[in-house]
Structures are given as C-alpha cells and as structure tokens.
C-alpha cells in the first residue's frame, strides 16, 4: 500500500486553526491494512465548542471508534477539525452528530461510533452518541471508558 503523503495541505506544515468547521480541511490517507478487520480510537478529553445561544463555551470529553476499510482519517487534521469547533456555536447533540457523519462521509469505514460526553451545563450533563449501524461481526469493541458524570460528593 502506498504511503504518498503529497496531496495531504496540512501533515508537516505550519497549519493555522480553521475559523469553523465548515471551512476545516479533515483529511485522509490510504489503509495500509485495508484487509485487516480492526478498530481504532480517537479521543479528545477536552473539546471544546460555544452555545449557540449564549456564546458561553461548553465542554466535552469525545470517544471516536472507527473500523477503517480503504481509508484512515489523518490525525492532524482531525486535530485542527475538532479545533475548529472552539469559536463555533452549537448544540451537543449537533457537534458530536456533525462529527461523527463527516469523518463517516470522508473516510467510508466498515463501521464508526461517536460518544459525546457533555459536562454539565445548567446543571445538566448530555451524553450524545452516534454510530453508522451495526458493529462488524468480530469486530472487538472495548468500553469507551467515560463513566457517568458524578459531582462532588
């Protein structure tokens, strides 16, 4: 499988943040083990993104397990895709959704889920997960490993 890394704009370069995520570049480099059924994971303890009604910023811990097939997303440009998110304003449901179905479109895995785990706002804590449809038979799938939101006490 070829490693050819030329058409990728932001793997070893300088790379400012996007301004959303709609004008984020997420990107994609082909699956040296595209015949090896497999799971990887992504997480992002500290994402970060704004209430579309407020502005106040909202805080998430993401889970992101993906089957690769043909294609792996390219790791840098997931980072700046979620940093993307920062000054971007909306709903928990929306973001974890969002990102879920993007890397899913960009990347047509054998299978993808997202856990969005929302720390509490208005004392309310919203976990939101989304997945592609049924896991691969075979397909070892660990626990996310986020327990359940607990305040002090």
Request: hydrophobic share 35%; aromatic share 12%.
């Amino acid at each position: 499988m070829s490693t050819d890394t030329s058409s990728l704009t932001q793997l070893g370069r300088h790379t400012e943040a996007p301004d959303s995520p709609e004008t984020a570049s997420l990107e994609r480099v082909p699956n040296p083990h595209a015949d090896t059924l497999y799971l990887a994971r992504f997480v992002a303890p500290e994402f970060t993104s704004l209430c579309p009604v407020t502005g106040q910023p909202d805080f998430a811990h993401l889970v992101i397990d993906y089957a690769p097939q043909d294609w792996l997303v390219e790791s840098k440009s997931l980072k700046l895709y979620l940093a993307s998110f920062r000054n971007h304003g909306s709903f928990h449901e929306d973001c974890t959704v969002s990102i879920g179905r993007r890397i899913a479109e960009l990347t047509q895995p054998r299978w993808l889920r997202i856990g969005g785990y929302w720390y509490p706002r208005g004392g309310i804590p919203i976990d939101v997960f989304y997945q592609t449809g049924p896991a691969p038979e075979g397909l070892w799938i660990p626990d996310q490993g986020v327990p359940t939101y607990r305040g002090r006490g």
